[in-house]
């Protein structure tokens, strides 16, 4: 029986993996940056807006209570489910929930920058420090054999260094150039690509260091959508259906992401955790992955909406980036056996259904 840690748990895409390594039979120690009072600065992706949250009466729904309850509820959770508080402005806090585990998943990314604290002064300093404090941690448990980490296709930009056009295709070889000015970025998003690139950077480079105690394995992400089964709808799948809904936030992250990655790569919420646990199970795995089912530009998604939904009308129809669509060339996660099982048609489908589901649409 596997002993992880998961940080972040109560988050988008960690609450799904938290439940189906319950499901595996695994221990599982589950991280959260408050078991006491709501905060909405800790996200697993680049996706949450304060406009998600419409009162406060949906802040007190999203506290304490719906987080940790929501962890708690999941089959297996009474008996292998145990919660540690940590927050990434005080990395020594994970250490207890690092202790004895096995693998130690590394989801959450914090978006807002923590204004109190007088030791960062900013959120890529605070990221990046916690990112070499944890990686301490996880040698001196003796215990973890693999950390794998939640990254994001923001930081694989295929975008040339000076910013004239795009490269090829994406693949693991791209980094997102820090000297550029994204189209429809602002400060947070600048500082959410910054942080996921320099976070990466240091964890792959442990690979490199001599007398390793264990390996590194970062997943590339791309736009994750699905379903959830948070009882709030506050991550990427109101990005996803934002041409269906008029969102202009949420359709300004889509437009960036066209913007950055001269695409929208797009994989299955499902598909994302079951690349986790396939990063866990191989004997042997280290490195960095892209993992997207595919490579879909801002018109493949309100061309397939206007197909299957025509009930809905299109609200947004102005895209970023006409006629540019970057594919994706690595084929390494396939090649090493990992099947998707939702394509791009379906994860956009889905994500439509789970969007009507949640009062979205």
């Not at 404090?133 to 000076?162: F, G, Y």
């Not at 994706?328 to 099947?339: A, E, I, N, P, Q």
Request: aromatic residues 8%.
């Amino acid at each position: 029986m596997s002993r992880v840690c998961v940080t972040g748990a109560a988050g988008y895409i960690a609450a799904w993996l938290v439940r189906k390594l319950l499901q595996r039979g695994c221990v599982v120690h589950a991280t959260l940056r408050s078991l006491r009072k709501f905060t909405c600065s800790l996200v697993d992706s680049l996706w949450l807006q304060p406009v998600i949250i419409r009162s406060v009466g949906d802040a007190c729904v999203a506290g304490d209570e719906k987080k940790t309850g929501l962890l708690r509820s999941l089959p297996g959770a009474a008996e292998r489910l145990v919660l540690f508080e940590a927050d990434i402005y005080d990395a020594a806090t994970f250490e207890p929930a690092i202790q004895g585990c096995d693998f130690v998943f590394l989801v959450a990314t914090p978006l807002l920058h923590d204004a109190s604290s007088t030791k960062y002064k900013n959120i890529t300093e605070a990221i990046v420090d916690a990112t070499r404090i944890i990686l301490q941690q996880c040698e001196r448990s003796k215990t973890v054999k693999r950390v794998i980490h939640t990254a994001s296709v923001t930081a694989a930009s295929p975008l040339k260094e000076d910013g004239d056009g795009y490269k090829d295709a994406m693949n693991e070889s791209c980094w997102s150039p820090l000297n550029l000015s994204y189209g429809y970025s602002n400060v947070h998003l600048d500082a959410y690509v910054s942080s996921k690139r320099l976070s990466e950077e240091e964890l792959l480079r442990y690979n490199e260091s001599e007398g390793r105690a264990f390996e590194v394995v970062t997943l590339a992400c791309g736009l994750v959508g699905g379903d959830t089964i948070q009882p709030i709808l506050w991550s990427s799948i109101p990005v996803v259906v934002a041409p269906l809904t008029g969102n202009e936030i949420h359709h300004n992250s889509l437009k960036f992401m066209q913007a950055l990655c001269g695409s929208v790569p797009l994989v299955h919420i499902d598909d994302v955790c079951e690349a986790h646990l396939f990063c866990m199970d191989q004997p042997s795995m280290a490195g960095r992955f892209l993992c997207a089912v595919g490579y879909p530009n801002m018109e493949d998604y309100v061309a397939r909406f206007a197909a299957k939904y025509p009930e809905h009308k299109i609200l947004l129809k102005k895209v970023a980036g006409e006629g540019v669509r970057v594919k994706g060339d690595s084929t390494k996660l396939v090649d090493l056996g990992f099947r998707f099982k939702y394509g791009v048609e379906e994860t956009l489908d889905c994500s439509v259904e789970c969007a009507k589901r949640m009062g979205e649409l």
